[in-house]
């Protein structure tokens, strides 16, 4: 039997849908679809992540909050921390990115390798509204680094919100 697929899912991939095209008041059924979800274990979100939304004190993070089954994942796990000095070692060695890529990732409060280290050291597909650099190279390294670039270099699967909604069979009507 195959293992279910379970997705980490980035704070955009929650503040662009609320913020740009399923609003709370025009699309309710997409938020009793993906509240279903995070419910049953499907959907889950990084600690790191949770907090970021409930900074914002505003309708996203009410509905969050009314999630009752939640599946939170901490960020700092054993396998995590090493999967994260992969990644940043990474970004820093690779020869794709300058150094302010790096110092952009670094502090602890950027949710961005963390996400990408707890998705590749549970096995989880990442979902992220991040879109890819066009082209890295090393002849000309990108002042930032992006999830789905580095996510595939480390072997992690990163998909947008649309592809998640169609892996799950949410469609809205």
């Known amino acids: 039997m195959d293992k279910q697929e379970i997705f980490l899912i980035?704070?955009?991939?929650?503040?662009?849908?609320?913020r740009f095209y399923y609003a709370f008041d025009l699309v309710p059924p997409y938020w009793k679809e993906l509240k279903k979800h995070l419910d049953s274990g499907e959907v889950v979100i990084l600690d790191a992540v949770k907090d970021e939304i409930e900074k914002g004190q505003d309708d996203l993070s009410k509905w969050l909050s009314s999630v009752s089954h939640l599946a939170i994942v901490p960020k700092i796990t054993e396998q995590t921390v090493k999967e994260y000095q992969n990644v940043m070692q990474f970004v820093a060695?690779?020869?794709y990115y300058t150094e302010r890529a790096l110092t952009t990732w670094a502090p602890e409060?950027?949710?961005?390798?963390?996400?990408?280290?707890?998705?590749?050291?549970?096995?989880?597909?990442?979902?992220t509204q991040e879109v890819r650099?066009?082209?890295?190279?090393?002849?000309?390294?990108?002042?930032?680094a992006k999830i789905p670039d580095v996510a595939e270099y480390l072997g992690v699967k990163a998909i947008d919100i649309f592809e998640m909604m169609?892996?799950?069979?949410?469609?809205?009507?």
């Open 133 to 144: 650099s066009r082209g890295l190279s090393k002849k000309t390294p990108n002042r930032s």
């Open 10 to 18: 980035d704070s955009n991939a929650l503040i662009t849908p609320f």
């Open 109 to 127: 409060n950027i949710a961005d390798p963390w996400l990408i280290a707890s998705a590749k050291a549970n096995g989880y597909t990442l979902v």
């Open 166 to 173: 169609r892996r799950l069979g949410i469609i809205i009507r």
């Open 93 to 95: 060695s690779s020869g």
